[in-house]
């Protein structure tokens, strides 16, 4: 008998919990449904003495009016001291079999400026990018706004670009990213 008991501790165990789930699904689904309705409805739900918390959750009535409420759209002029968050730099990878040389895999790089206010955009003057030293020109200054400031370049190894970003009233902000290929 000495010998089963590990056999039985094997089974026992997961028999009990399989139990445990089957005979109490029922009730445990009516408990969270009911706490789910009370917090709907507006109550506070408490479990435990020092434990969940849940505080009413709001009207419908005050979640729509917030959301109706008029926004002020934005002012066209340049910002204060612009931030990294305003503009922000992007890039896309292709890879181009045709340049691959030996056991390097070149990849066409594409590298340009997007905000989500576009309007953003048209307060830049010109974007500086700093390039890998290993890169051809590694230092390039583009002025062209309707390309959103775009640099096409290929590459065959993964690094940080940096990107000096002049707006019209002379202020400036550097952004990083790490081109992943």
Known sequence: MKDWIPFF???????????????????LR??????????????????????????A?????EVMSSVAAPTVPPKAEPPGVPTPRDIY??????????????????????????????QRLDWVSQVTYRLHDTVNHSVRTVTDRRSAFEVRTVLW??????AVVHFKDGHEVTLERYLNL
């Not at 990849?107 to 576009?118: G, K, N, P, S, T």
Request: a positive charge.
């Open 157 to 162: 190894g993964e690094f940080n670009v940096a």
């Open 57 to 61: 959750a709001p009207k419908l009535t």
């Open 89 to 118: 730099l992007v890039h896309t990878a292709r890879r181009d079999r045709r340049l691959d040389q030996g056991d390097r895999q070149y990849f066409r790089v594409r590298i340009y400026l997007d905000a989500d206010d576009q």
């Open 9 to 27: 501790n094997v089974l026992v165990w997961p028999i009990f919990w399989a139990l445990v789930l089957v005979c109490g699904w029922r009730p």
């Open 30 to 55: 009516r408990l969270l449904k009911a706490c789910e309705e009370r917090i709907a409805s507006g109550a506070e739900f408490e479990a435990g003495a020092k434990g969940i918390r849940i505080g």
